[in-house]
């Protein structure tokens, strides 16, 4: 158990709403990342950090921006929600470098729709 | 542009049965190859990843993989199959070492009593 938290579990908003996810570690790892999951798509990487203030885009950021102020917090919003973001949202750890030879953890994930 | 192919959306075998995944891709060079599963509401779990040396890899709960270069694949597969292997995989891949994984769309197990 990489002590993974994600919340909230579900949440239903609006059209044009902020939105705020949170991703909460427990084993003070440096690697974070932010996924989503859609149908026909598998998981697509929306954003990373590598470190406290460092982060990066990764295939799917339009429309997401990310926060990390502590190294146990990874924070992903939705600045105007959109019903195309309507999905399931997963964090995910790497417990040493980050690179790909390191496994990475998953969270429970958090399902968000979008009205 | 660098993808991951799952042919199999949807497959169902029988509790017993054996059992293969496919996954193909498309990189210049060798990847980093994962496989995954997720359990119905649950986040996704490791089940095997290849890096370099032998290109049959053992994972958790009896699963293994092989890497063809020839063929640009790393199949999935499971001598015998259990109701609780009823779940999702997803092939993953990585090609630079950033730890950027880039997932296939997943196939659907169903197991058959």
């Known amino acids: 158990d990489a002590g993974i938290t994600q919340s909230p579990r579900h949440k239903v908003t609006e059209t044009g709403t902020p939105v705020t996810l949170r991703c909460h570690q427990t084993?003070?790892?440096?690697?974070m990342y932010w996924y989503r999951q859609d149908p026909g798509h598998g998981l697509r990487l929306i954003h990373y950090s590598y470190g406290v203030k460092d982060t990066d885009k990764g295939e799917v950021s339009d429309g997401y921006s990310v926060s990390r102020s502590k190294t146990e917090d990874f924070l992903l919003t939705l600045e105007s929600a959109t019903s195309s973001q309507t999905s399931v949202y997963f964090c995910?750890?790497?417990?040493?470098?980050?690179?790909?030879?390191?496994?990475?953890?998953f969270g429970p994930g958090t399902r968000l729709t979008v009205l | 542009a660098q993808s991951v192919t799952q042919p199999d959306i949807h497959i169902t075998v029988s509790e017993g049965a054996s059992l293969e995944l496919r996954c193909n891709y498309s990189y210049g060079a060798t990847p980093y190859l994962f496989w995954y599963v997720q359990s119905p509401g649950q986040g996704l779990q490791l089940l095997l990843k290849y890096f370099s040396g032998d290109t049959l890899v053992q994972g958790i709960k009896g699963f293994e993989a092989e890497f063809k270069r020839s063929q640009s694949s790393f199949n999935l597969r499971k001598p015998s199959v259990h109701w609780s292997d009823a779940a999702e995989y997803f092939c993953a891949v990585d090609n630079s070492n950033t730890g950027k994984l880039i997932f296939g769309q997943g196939t659907t197990l169903q197991v058959k009593p």
């Open positions: 995910a750890i790497s417990l040493t470098s980050g690179g790909s030879t390191d496994t990475q953890y």
């Open positions: 084993e003070n790892h440096r690697y």
